[in-house]
């Protein structure tokens, strides 16, 4: 997609660094030096005032990616490559059935009523919830484990959405750069089950066992 695009050697291209290493990945293999730009911190999506920021001479493109099922804030971040003449690429999440994002929407309202102690997602306009993604208060990462063991202790499902930061990654590491937003998604974010197989029962689990550690816990060492 970026060769074809005429993206190569000696080229940048602005990419999030939160999830999706294979985006820092392809402009690699195209030739072009992936630039890692902060996210929104309610969107977790690229931030159009950052990847502005990071627009130099040898910018040719940026990648956007939506996350979660929220997309991104797609007409700043186009407003950014009209200003600079640059290539803006989406890459997308695959589409559920219409049936399953309204149930999907259900769960996630019941969750957001009924959720204490944790930071439920902003759904925004065309949130389909891929993934219901909230944040554990507290010191960064020890606190979200923490609570991710005692919930899974208590027989829910959930996972780190988004264990390492791209930029953070051995082969990305030259890329020295300061992400603070990203960096707290990374340590913070927890995402817990939202899908439409999920019965009344199920959900009433869910929060019961979130509500009862109260958000924060003990850090972990």
């Known amino acids: 997609m970026l060769r074809a695009a005429g993206v190569g050697v000696g080229d940048e291209v602005i990419v999030p660094a939160f999830g999706n290493v294979e985006v820092a990945e392809a402009v690699a293999l195209a030739g072009a030096l992936p630039v890692f730009a902060d996210i929104d911190p309610v969107s977790y999506c690229l931030d159009p005032e950052a990847a502005e920021m990071a627009v130099t001479p040898r910018t040719a493109a940026a990648v956007v990616v939506h996350r979660f099922g929220r997309p991104a804030d797609i007409a700043l971040l186009h407003a950014v490559?009209?200003?600079?003449?640059?290539?803006?690429?989406?890459?997308?999440?695959?589409?559920?059935?219409?049936?399953?994002?309204?149930?999907?929407?259900?769960?996630?309202?019941?969750?957001?009523?009924?959720?204490?102690?944790?930071?439920?997602?902003?759904?925004?306009?065309?949130?389909?919830?891929?993934?219901?993604?909230?944040?554990?208060?507290?010191?960064?990462?020890?606190?979200?484990?923490?609570?991710?063991?005692?919930?899974?202790?208590?027989?829910?499902?959930?996972r780190v959405p988004v264990k390492t930061p791209v930029h953070r990654l051995p082969e990305f590491r030259r890329c020295v750069v300061s992400l603070p937003h990203t960096e707290r998604a990374a340590d913070e974010t927890l995402a817990l089950p939202v899908d439409a197989s999920l019965t009344k029962r199920d959900m009433h689990r869910i929060v019961s066992a979130c509500n009862a550690l109260g958000g924060l816990l003990q850090p972990a060492f």
């Not at 997308?92 to 944790?118: T, W």
């Open 81 to 158: 490559g009209q200003r600079h003449g640059l290539l803006v690429l989406e890459q997308g999440e695959s589409e559920a059935p219409y049936d399953e994002i309204a149930q999907r929407r259900q769960r996630a309202a019941y969750l957001d009523a009924k959720l204490r102690g944790v930071q439920t997602p902003d759904g925004g306009d065309g949130h389909t919830y891929q993934q219901y993604v909230v944040r554990v208060p507290g010191n960064g990462r020890p606190d979200r484990d923490a609570f991710a063991r005692a919930v899974r202790a208590r027989g829910i499902d959930c």
